[in-house]
């Protein structure tokens, strides 16, 4: 009897660190997305999608920043053709390797296959080999927390220098000159980084190195490489560092900085800043050249552009399939639903979700490429 | 058999003896002791097999890795595999498991110990109870939650217990804080702390409550105080078991990976103060690299788990070691 009721406190406590637990898991997690995946995409025009004689399941794996956008098409797509799209988002090296050893069905990275993998696909791709489509755009914004401060300009030399620890004060006369009758104050700059290897971080460096190379001393690649500075795990994470942080700045996807978090504004070159919005990402994009050859379309970005609006710290994500010899039974799935979100309204469904569309004659190529996949 | 020994009239030789107490040793053999004997030594062997064949399979993998290694795999600060040639070492990460460890410690032997002493021998009944559910508890929650915990309600309240070290012990070097976020090896072995707290009070308790009660109430009835009983009486009979305990604890923090990595900012830089932002461990870089890591990337992060591995066995070889020089102590000779 009197274990019993021992046992019934100790389930009470149990229950009680169980739900505790749940509280807490549910702050952490940004659920980013899914208010505007919800509000208005989805009155988009489902009819509008081909199906062909897609069915059956799809796998899919690969680049966590492309997520909330597959997870949007796929709630349009599945509706509309009945194919349940199961795509994981643990990351692109993780998605790549998945799709050489046949796997998934398509993946997604969000940097263009190296030549060692593309020469891995062709185990998968019976006569074919792996291809870069293309598909998503995305800026990569740079959040600042200083208070006072709400609109705030930078350029690539001062930027770099910040993430480099070569400028440590907010009043620092270089960042003083680039906004004038800002009342920046005398607080000492947390530059906030990425912990883990990113995709994110590949496209940022990308960027300081192609705009500043005398202040960014270093070869660029998924891992952060400048001593110093403070990190944290995911774009998520970033956000909530700088949110929490007086002086923080770090970068993160554009979907994450919002509710208190403002953007940098570049000093590209052009007549004005440039703000970190959808708009001018795909501006960016257009600027970008086809680097890849035959079907594939990789894309090789201009980060040094001075075009007007146009926001030079851009990522774009591809998805990865094989031209030939895609898997008989998943060919007509993945090609369907490729169709789609290369699509005009798949593309629409981008904006929605802070994502940049990929500019008219780039994604006219992608649909070209895509009706070739066999 | 057996009869025919003992009724042999001339004395025995020696190694007649032996061979008769090794028979006697062993007892009778019926089919069930042979199944059992086999049982258990078949259990043994797997055991060692299986430890031979991961000591292998990481040793394997590792050595591709360190092969292809451009930098020192030992002196490196840097944990770079993307690079052509990669380029990575071990260096930060040892150093930040060692000093989140060593801080975890220093915090919770001392409370744990006394824990285990108030409820063994200070707390009413009715209270020592509830509160040994809780400590069980505490041992039960995810150690996500404690990362989630630590880095939602312990970072932001860290300020200032910092500012209070910077102004009384900045001059040491070690306690001097640049007003960087709190996300540093001092919270998380403040953390740790907390999550090995429950396994060495349980333990400790346990080992407490075995001290032989006629040597405590003796001590008593010769005039000493209950502080004086559990100086000369528990805590020497106890000693060693709290140090099994520790090492339990240690054992855990050395390994800790979802906590850490979510209260800790990682860089790969090693700091002299505890105070300011950076540094690593083995297991958090595991956890933050491994999904993103190329081939060569998951080997070099095997690598690392291989020093993280002869770490804790060194670790584990010093605490028996210590415990054996202690055996007069130990509860098998009380």
Redesign the interface.
């Known amino acids: 009897m009197k274990l019993q009721r021992k046992n019934r406190r100790a389930l009470a406590f149990g229950a009680l660190a169980v739900s505790g637990a749940l509280a807490l898991t549910a702050c952490g997690s940004d659920d980013t997305g899914d208010g505007g995946g919800s509000g208005a995409s989805s009155t988009a025009n489902a009819s509008s999608v081909k199906c062909d004689d897609a069915k059956g399941q799809l796998l899919a794996d690969g680049s966590s920043a492309q997520k909330n956008a597959i997870d949007a098409w796929v709630k349009q797509f599945t509706q509309a053709c009945g194919v349940q799209i199961n795509y994981k988002g643990s990351g692109s090296g993780a998605g790549i390797t998945a799709f050489t050893n046949g796997q998934v069905a398509f993946a997604g990275s969000d940097s263009a296959l190296k030549p060692e993998e593309v020469t891995a696909s062709k185990k998968v791709c019976s006569g074919g080999q792996a291809i870069d489509l293309p598909m998503v755009g995305g800026p990569i914004a740079i959040g600042y927390n200083v208070p006072g401060v709400d609109k705030l300009t930078l350029d690539a030399p001062t930027l770099a220098k910040i993430f480099n620890n070569k400028i440590s004060k907010w009043n620092d006369p270089a960042i003083a000159k680039l906004n004038a009758g800002a009342k920046l104050p005398d607080l000492k700059i947390q530059a906030f980084h990425r912990s883990e290897d990113s995709g994110t971080t590949d496209n940022f460096t990308k960027y300081l190195i192609a705009t500043a190379k005398s202040d960014w001393p270093y070869s660029g690649g998924k891992a952060w490489q400048a001593a110093g500075g403070q990190s944290a795990s995911g774009s998520s994470g970033i956000a909530q560092q700088v949110k929490q942080t007086s002086g923080a700045i770090g970068y993160m996807e554009l979907s994450y900085a919002k509710d208190g978090i403002n953007p940098v504004s570049i000093d590209t070159g052009a007549s004005a800043p440039v703000e970190a919005s959808v708009e001018n990402a795909t501006k960016a994009i257009a600027d970008a050249k086809v680097v890849g050859t035959g079907s594939d379309l990789a894309l090789q970005l201009n980060y040094a552009t001075k075009a007007e609006g146009a926001y030079p710290i851009t990522l774009v994500t591809y998805e990865i399939a094989c031209d030939k010899g895609n898997k008989a039974d998943t060919l007509a799935a993945t090609k369907a639903f490729l169709r789609y979100i290369a699509s005009e309204d798949g593309q629409k469904v981008l904006a929605d979700n802070d994502y940049a569309p990929i500019p008219d004659d780039i994604i006219a190529k992608v649909r070209t490429t895509i009706e070739g996949l066999s | 058999m057996d009869t025919t020994q003992i009724t042999d009239a001339s004395p025995p030789t020696p190694q007649q003896t032996e061979a008769e107490l090794k028979r006697a040793a062993r007892g009778a053999t019926r089919p069930g002791d042979r199944i059992f004997l086999g049982l258990s030594r078949g259990s043994g062997i797997l055991l060692l097999a299986i430890m031979a064949a991961i000591a292998v399979f990481l040793t394997y993998r590792a050595s591709i890795a360190i092969g292809k290694d451009d930098g020192n795999f030992l002196t490196t ?7 052509i040639p990669p380029k990575f070492g071990i260096a930060v990460l040892a150093f930040g498991t060692i000093v989140s460890s060593i801080i975890a410690m220093v915090i919770a032997v001392p409370i744990a110990v006394a824990i285990a002493l108030f409820l063994t021998h200070y707390a009413p009944r009715r209270l020592s ?2 509160i040994a ?2 400590i ?2 505490l041992a ?3 150690s ?2 404690y990362g ?2 630590g ?2 309600i312990l ?2 309240h860290m300020n200032g217990l910092y500012g209070w070290l910077d102004d009384y012990l900045g001059w040491t070097g070690i306690f001097e804080w ?4 709190p ?1 540093s090896m001092l919270t998380v072995g403040i953390l740790l702390a907390i999550m090995i707290l429950p396994i060495i009070t349980n333990v400790s308790r346990e080992v407490f409550r075995q001290a032989p009660q006629m040597i405590e109430e003796a001590a008593l009835a010769l005039g000493a105080t209950r502080w004086e009983v559990i100086r000369m009486a528990v805590i020497p009979f106890g000693r060693s078991g709290v140090i099994s305990a520790s090492m339990l604890g240690l054992g855990r923090a050395l390994g800790e990976t979802m906590a850490v ?2 209260v800790l ?5 090693i700091q002299a103060s505890l105070l300011d ?2 540094g690593g461990t083995f297991a958090q870089n595991i956890a ?2 491994f ?5 060569l ?1 998951r080997d070099a992060l095997i690598a690392s788990g291989l020093v993280l591995f002869v770490i804790t066995l060194l670790v584990n070889g010093a605490a028996r070691m210590i415990i054996a020089r202690r055996k007069e102590y130990s509860g098998a000779n009380a």
């Open positions: 600060f840097e944990w770079n595999t993307g690079l109870g509830p559910y809780v069980d508890l039960a929650v995810p996500i939650v989630l915990w880095a939602l970072v932001p640049q007003g960087g976020a996300r990595a979510t900012s990682p860089t790969f830089t932002p950076g933050s690299k999904s993103e890591a190329s081939d990337g």
